[in-house]
């Protein structure tokens, strides 16, 4: 019997709850041995007279040590904060893990694509120093900080992923040439790590011909390494690639603590339909299985879902079917 691990479940906002209950299915169904610390935060906890990110929920993250979250809501102006900017910034979940891979069925302008984004997810322009607007709004302000340490972790965290998972390439992709300070730093800390990695080839790029290069050629690139900026707009033009978030998951990871998340939005204009394609934190959930080390049960999960699309079996509508996020998951199930 496998060893019983708990996570926190944070089923969120919109259609949240919904793909929540997909991927807590999959997970029984594999009998992993997990149990569920189910756990509120943005509008749902709001709704329920709760803080945005309830103590109670801070408190089970920190205790489990791994946290499965669907999309969250930050309500709209001034005073509430991202909620995942939050999060990262709370437990220093500073490498935030994007892949893109293409899957048979899902309508997409490439195909074969594997791509890994590793984003540094704590500094940078998200980094919230200094943000200033001037009285009578004729000028704005905000700081960018890259420190050693932070682009060091990270960089070191990207080569070690690769060669745990066999990868042969890291894209370092900096604005070096105009952000001559913080890219420049960056990019510094990336030439001397690369050293300690020869097997591994590494290749860097400017983010503007980056992003030309992935559209053109995205067939060239196995991971990419970036700031945080960056690494935002990349990881979703490589989301853009497979066709779309609704296939994107997302890991956030740190030295002691892991959330794993659909990356998409809420979508409240389909929540509650059983509408929603639960693709996306599905595989998230693989993702956490294989930072439980659990990696046959994350390859199970891979591969039922790469069938159920690939043979157009009870999808979802943005797949090309009729069917509903119970059916679609059902049909996960039985490959299972």
Do not use: W
């Not at 302000?141 to 992923?161: C, D, K, N, P």
């Not at 790590?193 to 011909?209: A, K, L, Q, R, W």
């Not at 891979?302 to 069917?323: C, F, K, M, N």
Request: charged share 25%; aromatic share 4%; glycine share 8%.
């Amino acid at each position: 019997m496998t060893q019983k691990n708990t996570i926190t479940v944070i089923p969120g906002d919109g259609i949240g709850p919904e793909i929540t209950k997909a991927t807590l299915r999959v997970l029984d169904r594999l009998d992993c041995g997990l149990d569920y610390d189910m756990q509120t935060a943005g509008v749902a906890a709001l709704e329920a007279g709760k803080e945005l990110i309830p103590a109670e929920t801070l408190a089970s993250i920190e205790r489990c040590g791994v946290a499965l979250k669907g999309p969250l809501t930050t309500p709209v102006g001034k005073g509430f904060t991202s909620i995942n900017v939050q999060l990262r910034k709370r437990f220093d979940l500073y490498a935030n893990v994007r892949p893109a891979i293409t899957r048979p069925g899902v309508k997409s302008r490439y195909k074969n694509i594997d791509i890994i984004t590793i984003r540094e997810n704590t500094e940078g322009m998200y980094s919230g120093e200094r943000q200033e607007i001037a009285a009578d709004g004729s000028r704005a302000e905000s700081v960018s900080i890259i420190t050693r340490h932070g682009a060091e972790r990270i960089i070191h965290f990207a080569y070690e992923l690769a060669r745990k998972r066999g990868r042969h390439k890291i894209t370092v992709v900096h604005k070096a040439n105009i952000l001559k300070a913080t890219s420049g730093l960056f990019l510094d800390v990336a030439r001397e790590i690369s050293g300690h990695y020869p097997e591994i080839e590494t290749v860097e790029m400017i983010v503007d011909n980056a992003c030309m290069q992935l559209v053109m050629n995205p067939h060239q690139f196995d991971v990419i390494v970036t700031t945080n900026l960056f690494g935002d707009i990349l990881s979703d033009l490589c989301a853009g690639l497979i066709g779309g978030l609704g296939m994107a998951p997302g890991a956030n990871v740190g030295d002691k603590i892991a959330i794993f998340e659909a990356v998409h939005g809420s979508a409240p204009d389909i929540a509650g339909q059983q509408l929603a394609n639960p693709s996306a934190l599905v595989l998230a959930a693989a993702l956490m299985l294989d930072h439980l080390e659990m990696p046959k049960h994350a390859k199970r999960i891979r591969r039922a879902i790469r069938d159920v699309i690939a043979t157009h079996d009870r999808v979802t509508r943005d797949l090309g079917g009729d069917s509903s996020t119970q059916e679609f998951t059902d049909a996960v199930i039985e490959r299972l």
